[in-house]
């Protein structure tokens, strides 16, 4: 059964990135992606669709990440988020945390780096 991945993030490289660094680190796993350009997308999505785990950005035009995190714990809508964001401030950490993302990698994002993340959120 594939994967499926949303990336959510108003840069298209940015998402190219991490479909890439994703592709290269889960090689052997079929992976279905989607993609949304701000948190209203996002959430559309996760409502349609079934997904596996989500790569956040936080500065996103619409609905920002802590947005987009405070809405999938309001509505209950069982994810795995991971953030990917370049504002890497404690206070920043804290608060992603506390609104359920299972972890945080800097952008760029390497493969490498959000690997641990990603075993630790339980989809593989």
Do not use: H, W
Not at 47 to 61: C, G, H, R, V, Y
Not at 111 to 124: D, N, R, T, W
């Amino acid at each position: 059964m594939a994967l499926t991945i949303l990336t959510t993030d108003d840069s298209k490289f940015q998402r190219n990135v991490i479909k890439k660094e994703l592709t290269a680190l889960l090689k052997d796993r079929e992976i279905t992606f989607f993609e949304a350009t701000n948190g209203l997308e996002a959430l559309s999505l996760l409502k349609s669709e079934k997904i596996d785990l989500m790569f956040l950005d936080l500065t996103m035009p619409e609905m920002d990440g802590y947005q987009v995190l405070g809405k999938i714990q309001e509505e209950g809508i069982d994810i795995k988020v991971i953030v990917v964001s370049a504002d890497i401030q404690p206070k920043a950490l804290k608060r992603v945390q506390e609104l359920g993302a299972v972890g945080f990698v800097k952008k760029p994002m390497d493969g490498k780096k959000a690997e641990p993340i990603i075993l630790k959120s339980g989809v593989l």
